[in-house]
Structures are given as C-alpha cells and as structure tokens.
C-alpha cells in the first residue's frame, strides 16, 4: 500500500500501528511522496512490475519497494542523488524491522535487494552514521539493468 501511499485501515485489513511506528520513526510528517508514476521520482527499479515510491525528507528518504513479479527479483536500486541530497559514497540504506511485514536488514545501496513475489520492503536511505553532510554526487545510476 504505501506504493500508492496507502496503508491497511484500523479493524478492516489488520492492525496498522507497526507502520504508523515506522512512520514517527522515520518523520513522515513533512515528508514529499513522489509516486513511482512520476517523471521526478528520483529512485527507479527498470521494471514495469517492480515499483517504487520515495518519500523524501532533507538528508533521508523512505522507499517503498512492491512486487508484482511471479518470480524472486534481485532488485538494485537506480537512484538519482543529487535529487535527494546524499553522496552516494557516504549513504546506507537499511529496512527497519516492522511487525507482521519485514525483518530488519541493512543493505549496501549498490547490492542487489532480493525481493519476493507479492511482497517489498520499506527501505530508509540515509547517510551512515557519523557521515558529515555534504553535498550529494550528481545524478547516477547505481548499477546496471536489473537481473532476475
């Protein structure tokens, strides 16, 4: 759901909390959604079937990664920093674990994200910690083309 910014509603589709836990955590508040539909969406998958929407704050973003594929996808995010305002070089990307959805994971933001059919991740890009701010790179593409 939060692809489309969305998620389950109270006492008709399960109990919501855990992702409204993330959402303080991560500041939702004041964040910019930008659909995967968007020409400026500044993190892309080079799938028709992989989806991802970016919520961006100044210096960290949420991403919201679904799949629509029938088969498991190594994913490798093309993400436009200079859009976000983080060198590439000094960025982490790590899934909080949220209740009933997904386990914590920390990956490197050039390593593939392994993604099941039907399911996706809610992925914090950030810088790592202790990293100064800085300016970010220049728009790149992390990676090649998608692999399945």
Do not use: H
Not at 69 to 75: R, S
Request: glycine share 12%; proline share 9%; charged share 25%.
């Amino acid at each position: 759901g939060m692809v489309y910014g969305m998620t389950n509603r109270w006492g008709w589709g399960g109990d919501p909390r855990p992702i409204w836990k993330l959402w303080d955590q991560f500041g939702m508040k004041g964040s910019q959604m930008i659909g995967y539909w968007s020409p400026n969406c500044p993190v892309r998958t080079g799938r028709d079937d992989l989806k991802a929407t970016v919520y961006r704050k100044p210096d960290k973003a949420l991403i919201a990664v679904a799949s629509w594929a029938p088969e498991k996808i190594d994913c490798r995010l093309r993400i436009d920093w200079s859009a976000l305002g983080i060198a590439a070089s000094k960025a982490q990307l790590r899934a909080p674990a949220v209740e009933k959805l997904q386990p914590a994971a920390v990956f490197d933001p050039g390593e593939p994200v392994p993604i099941e059919p039907g399911r996706g991740w809610l992925l914090i890009l950030e810088r790592k910690q202790g990293e100064a701010t800085t300016g970010a790179t220049g728009p790149a593409e992390l990676g090649s083309p998608l692999s399945r």
